[in-house]
């Protein structure tokens, strides 16, 4: 007779560093982490030369008054968030708790800029969410 603490778990195989579960989350992380850098990228070019097409007028946006400085923002952003999502593609050990701190301050960016978009925004900041899950769920796992 066999008692139940003695047969594995089929769940455990999913818990280890080398499983499907673990890169999966982590290559979901990476893809996600690019688009939202591309999207923030094309945010900001379009704060920059097209304003007219967001919600709320310049006045109305919280710390910069103008759509410019926001473009800024965005792209500076953006462009942190596309190299730290290759960095996290390739693996590299500095861009797990890079992609949390881009994904933090990508929230609180798109929070910020809600009242312009809000559709928009409200779901960029579902991703960067997703995005934090995604790269915390196996944080103490390390990968050789």
């Given at each position: 007779?066999?008692?139940?603490?003695?047969?594995?778990?089929?769940?455990?195989?999913?818990?280890?560093?080398?499983?499907?579960?673990?890169?999966?989350?982590?290559?979901?992380?990476?893809?996600?982490?690019?688009?939202?850098?591309?999207?923030?990228?094309?945010?900001?070019?379009?704060?920059?030369?097209?304003?007219?097409?967001?919600?709320?007028?310049?006045?109305?946006?919280?710390?910069?008054?103008?759509?410019?400085?926001?473009?800024?923002?965005?792209?500076a952003l953006g462009t942190l968030a596309l190299?730290?999502?290759?960095?996290?593609?390739?693996?590299?050990?500095?861009?797990?708790?890079?992609?949390?701190?881009?994904?933090?301050?990508?929230?609180?960016?798109?929070?910020?800029?809600?009242?312009?978009?809000?559709?928009?925004?409200?779901?960029?900041?579902?991703?960067?969410?997703?995005?934090?899950?995604a790269v915390t769920v196996h944080f103490e796992?390390?990968?050789?």
């Amino acid at each position: 007779m066999t008692s139940e603490t003695s047969r594995p778990n089929p769940q455990d195989a999913f818990d280890e560093p080398g499983s499907r579960l673990w890169t999966g989350m982590i290559g979901f992380a990476s893809i996600m982490l690019v688009l939202i850098g591309g999207f923030h990228v094309l945010g900001g070019f379009i704060a920059l030369l097209e304003n007219r097409v967001y919600d709320a007028d310049a006045t109305d946006l919280l710390l910069f008054q103008s759509y410019a400085g926001w473009g800024i923002a965005h792209m500076a952003l953006g462009t942190l968030a596309l190299l730290t999502g290759v960095g996290l593609v390739m693996r590299k050990p500095w861009s797990r708790v890079a992609t949390m701190v881009i994904a933090s301050f990508s929230a609180v960016t798109n929070l910020a800029f809600l009242s312009a978009s809000p559709g928009w925004y409200g779901l960029l900041i579902m991703l960067d969410v997703l995005v934090i899950y995604a790269v915390t769920v196996h944080f103490e796992d390390e990968r050789e």
